[in-house]
T-cell receptor, first 113, second 113 residues
Framework: AQSVTQLGSHVSVSEGALVLLRCNYS??????LFWYVQYPNQGLQLLLK??????LVKGINGFEAEFKKSETSFHLTKPSAHMSDAAEYFC???????????FGIGTKLQVIP | DSGVTQTPKHLITATGQRVTLRCSPR?????VYWYQQSLDQGLQFLIQ???????AKGNILERFSAQQFPDLHSELNLSSLELGDSALYFC????????????FGPGTRLTVL
C-alpha cells in the first residue's frame, strides 16, 4: 500500500526566504509523485510531477522538487518566497495506471511580509 | 482551467435533506474521483469510477452514493444530510495513462444548516 507523510501542517516563512515543504512516501513499486497547490476557495492544481525521467523536477511559479529514493523523499523548494505563494500544498503518490492517487494531509504555507 | 466542471458552485440546504452534485470530466478522461475536504478531516478520497464502473472506494459514508453515466459525467448523491457533511466536494478526472495525474474541478461548497 502506498502512503504519503507531509511533515508540518503549517509552515511560515518570510517573504524572500527559502521555502521548504517536506514529503516522504512509501510505495511498493517505483512511484509517481506529485505536488499540488490549492489557493483559497479553489481546486487543486498541479505544481509538478516526478515520472522517473529526472530526479530534479521543475514546476510552475519557480518551485522544484527532488526525488531521493534512498530517503524516500520528495521535498518541495523555492529559493525565494512571494506573498502570492501563500496557499495549501499537497504531496501525492501513485503507482500509475488505474491505481488511485494517495494525498498527504497538506501543508499550509504562510508568507510573512 | 483544468477542463473539469462541477455544478453547483455553492449549495445551502438543511439537515435531513438530499442533494446531488454533478461533475463533467475532461474530454477523453474515463476516470472520475470524488473527494471531500473539510477543516477537521483534510482531503478525503471518497470513490472512483472508471468508464461507468466503480473502481475504488475510500471513506465514503453509506448515506452517500455516486454513479457515472454513459456520457462519463458523474453525480455524487448525499442523503440524510448532517451538519458535519458541510465541506468542499471536489471531482477530479484522469486518463489512467502513465502517471495517472488527476485534474481537479473547482469544487462544490456544501453548507448544511
Amino acid at each position: 500500500a502506498q502512503s504519503v507523510t507531509q511533515l508540518g501542517s503549517h509552515v511560515s516563512v518570510s517573504e524572500g526566504a527559502l521555502v521548504l515543504l517536506r514529503c516522504n512516501y512509501s510505495s511498493s513499486v517505483p512511484p509517481y509523485l506529485f505536488w499540488y497547490v490549492q489557493y483559497p476557495n479553489q481546486g487543486l492544481q498541479l505544481l509538478l510531477k516526478y515520472t522517473s525521467a529526472a530526479t530534479l523536477v521543475k514546476g510552475i511559479n519557480g518551485f522544484e522538487a527532488e526525488f531521493k529514493k534512498s530517503e524516500t523523499s520528495f521535498h518541495l523548494t523555492k529559493p525565494s518566497a512571494h506573498m502570492s505563494d501563500a496557499a495549501e500544498y499537497f504531496c501525492a503518490v501513485s503507482d500509475g495506471g488505474y491505481q488511485k492517487v494517495t494525498f498527504g494531509i497538506g501543508t499550509k504555507l504562510q508568507v510573512i511580509p | 482551467d483544468s477542463g473539469v466542471t462541477q455544478t453547483p458552485k455553492h449549495l445551502i440546504t438543511a439537515t435531513g435533506q438530499r442533494v446531488t452534485l454533478r461533475c463533467s470530466p475532461r474530454s477523453g478522461d474515463l476516470s472520475v474521483y470524488w473527494y471531500q475536504q473539510s477543516l477537521d478531516q483534510g482531503l478525503q478520497f471518497l470513490i472512483q469510477y472508471y468508464n461507468g464502473e466503480e473502481r475504488a472506494k475510500g471513506n465514503i459514508l453509506e448515506r452517500f452514493s455516486a454513479q457515472q453515466f454513459p456520457d462519463l459525467h458523474s453525480e455524487l448523491n448525499l442523503s440524510s444530510l448532517e451538519l458535519g457533511d458541510s465541506a468542499l466536494y471536489f471531482c477530479a478526472s484522469s486518463d489512467n495513462r502513465g502517471s495517472n495525474e488527476q485534474f481537479f474541478g473547482p469544487g462544490t461548497r456544501l453548507t448544511v444548516l
